[in-house]
């Protein structure tokens, strides 16, 4: 290939692991652009009114000790709030009704986004200079040769020095053609690399107040019936907007239109906390096993979390090609911070190639 780079970087994926990259390595005073699939920025965040109240509809928590996300978000300035964990939980077997559980085993001690998970996407976005991203905008071709790296989006083709893969690597297997192909060893660990809550269905209903917490419930629930097998608050930090969400599989919903969905998860709700939960002012489910910028059409059969973090994902394919996503991180992989650690270290092997390999110097 001829030398014909006009860029820096190509950052493929604007979820939070390459808006992570692209915004370092444009503040480093790289030419970066960013494709991302779909027609907003945040991938697996996605948050309903994400400026405003933050319903999530993917990602929602953070842990005590995810050190980057709370630095990531100190940094940006969002408002962060602690889940509401106080009350009873609610334990449903599979046979009789819903017992109450004292306590809120349920629960662990967590940090939300006021505004939404997604809200962390956004600000990354915003901080990105004019023109780095390009939405809407699926990459399908990676060449990399001697001279740099083509990649063919469905604008067009643009070139570069370094690309960076920052979307799940089972679903960069199956929908992007490299050339040359990457090595088998390599596809191989890339498909069975399962897409973290890729077969999920999350769905939330939103309420005129928490209902549930004057008869003391947390608002938290497990189900052995089902299907959805976890019910966790999801209000606000003042409790507004108030809401309940659920988590499934997506497998037990198979060829049925999201309006069912929904439907079943309000029925469940009745059956756990009553009357109150027929009537949710606004209903919100999704289906991420459906959603072809998440989750490959035929994953594989072997995909676990065995290979998280793997070893192949921390070089560079061919000096040029480096992997992110949350699923390559060696620690908390398929969590934000896995995310925001596979943008770091991807950023860090570009600098790396970038500036070519320094000389020791003497102290
Ligand atoms: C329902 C659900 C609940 C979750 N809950 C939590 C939680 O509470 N806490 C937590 O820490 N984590 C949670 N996670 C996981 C968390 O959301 C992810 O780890 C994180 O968002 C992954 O970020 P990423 O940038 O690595 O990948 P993604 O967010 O998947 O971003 C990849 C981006 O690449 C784009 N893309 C895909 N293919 C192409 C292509 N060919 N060309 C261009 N762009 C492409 C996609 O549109 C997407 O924007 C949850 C996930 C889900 C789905």
Known sequence: MTDRRSLDVIVIGAGVSGLIAARSLARAGLSVRCFDARERVGGRLHSIEARRNGIDLGATWFWPNEVLVESVARDLGLAIFPQATEGDALLEPYMSGPQRVEGNPIDVPASRFTWGAQSLANRLADELPIGVLSLGNPVKKVR?????????????????????????????????????????????????????????????????????????????????????????????????????????????????????????????????????????????????????????????????????????????????????????????????????????????????????PTTPTCP
């Not at 390599?186 to 498909?191: F, G, H, R, V």
């Open 144 to 356: 990399v040769g001697d001279g740099g790296v083509e990649v063919e989006a469905a604008s067009g083709v643009a070139y570069a020095g370094q690309v960076i893969v920052a979307i799940p690597p089972s679903l960069a297997a199956e929908s992007i053609s490299f050339w040359p192909a990457l090595p088998d060893a390599l596809a191989d660990i890339c498909t069975r690399t399962l897409v973290w809550m890729g077969n999920t269905v999350k769905a939330v209903a939103t309420y005129d107040e928490p209902f549930w917490r004057k008869d003391g419930l947390a608002g938290s629930a497990f189900s052995y019936r089902g299907p959805f097998r976890e019910i966790h608050d999801h209000s606000g930090p003042d409790g507004s907007p108030a809401g309940l969400f659920g988590f499934a599989d997506a497998g037990r919903f198979v060829g049925q239109e999201i309006e069912q969905i929904g439907e079943t998860f309000v029925a469940e709700l009745v059956r756990l906390f009553g009357h109150n939960a027929s009537d949710p002012k606004g209903l919100h489910v999704a289906d991420w096993s459906r959603e072809r910028a998440t989750t490959p059409k035929s994953p594989s059969a072997k995909a676990s979390t065995d290979t998280y973090g793997h070893p192949g994902f921390q070089v560079p394919f061919l000096d040029r090609l480096h992997w992110a996503s949350s699923e390559t991180a060696p620690a908390f992989a398929g969590h934000i911070e896995g995310a925001i650690e596979g943008g770091m270290r991807a950023t860090r092997n570009v600098e790396r190639a970038v500036k070519g």
